[in-house]
């Protein structure tokens, strides 16, 4: 059975647990299935105007999820050498997670 991403049990539980947004767990899953899914564990780039299109939202709304995310700690974002619309993404381990989800995205 190949076709399917595999993801830490502690993120698929914090996932159940914490009070996400819609937009808030689609862009996680979204890095999921770009990350894990692919076995990049460290993390891939990825364009906020590609997630915004695969995931039906507008681009400044993808963009305002995804800062919302990495100050919770959910989402660890570097810049690297791609330009800056390209970041490299992964989902934080839950320890990192901050206690309280902001549900303003």
């Not at 996680?28 to 564990?41: M, Q």
């Not at 364009?47 to 681009?59: L, N, P, Y």
Request: hydrophobic share 40%; charged share 25%.
């Amino acid at each position: 059975m190949d076709n399917f991403t595999k993801f830490q049990n502690d993120i698929y539980d914090a996932l159940l647990s914490y009070g996400f947004t819609r937009l808030q767990l689609l862009v996680i899953l979204y890095v999921i299935r770009k990350t894990d899914g692919w076995h990049k564990p460290a993390g891939d780039y990825i364009s906020i105007r590609k997630m915004a299109k695969d995931i039906g939202v507008e681009r400044a709304s993808a963009s305002r999820t995804v800062k919302c995310l990495v100050s919770l700690g959910v989402l660890e974002v570097y810049e690297g050498d791609r330009p800056r619309t390209i970041k490299l993404m992964r989902v934080a381990s839950p320890t990192n997670w901050k206690t309280c989800v902001v549900r303003n995205t």
